[in-house]
């Protein structure tokens, strides 16, 4: 059973910086492609960025590219979002997620969770 515990979130202020981790209990986990995720009050959960375990693919959603950069460090056991001017459309909650299909987790077809952390941007 993988697990994902989550940590970095937080109060920011607009157009500032935060940086979440995300480490994982696997022993490989280059055997997983992983993935942010987000829910904002009232809304539905939605895929934020993704990262391959197999050729370093990314994906971001519109809404944060050029802001958001996703990460992974397999000797560590942990993905981190970097994110960058952040906006108050940016406050949720924020979910790492993993899957052993990189394709699938984009799609939001996600196989683990972890706990999310509040993330709220303060004009």
């Known amino acids: 059973q993988l697990q994902l515990a989550v940590s970095g979130g937080g109060l920011v202020l607009l157009v500032g910086s935060l940086r979440l981790s995300c480490t994982a209990s696997?022993?490989?986990?280059?055997?997983?492609?992983l993935a942010w995720y987000r829910q904002a009050p009232g809304k539905e959960r939605e895929g934020v960025s993704s990262?391959?375990?197999?050729?370093?693919?990314?994906y971001y959603a519109d809404s944060v590219k050029g802001r958001f950069t996703i990460s992974r460090d397999d000797a560590k056991h942990a993905v981190y979002l970097q994110m960058n001017s952040l906006k108050p459309e940016d406050t949720a909650v924020y979910y790492c997620?993993?899957?052993?299909?990189?394709?699938?987790?984009?799609?939001?077809?996600?196989?683990?969770w972890g706990k999310g952390t509040q993330v709220t941007v303060s004009s």
């Open positions: 696997a022993f490989a986990l280059d055997y997983f492609a």
């Open positions: 997620a993993a899957d052993t299909s990189y394709r699938a987790l984009v799609a939001g077809r996600v196989s683990w």
């Open positions: 990262i391959s375990n197999r050729d370093g693919e990314t």
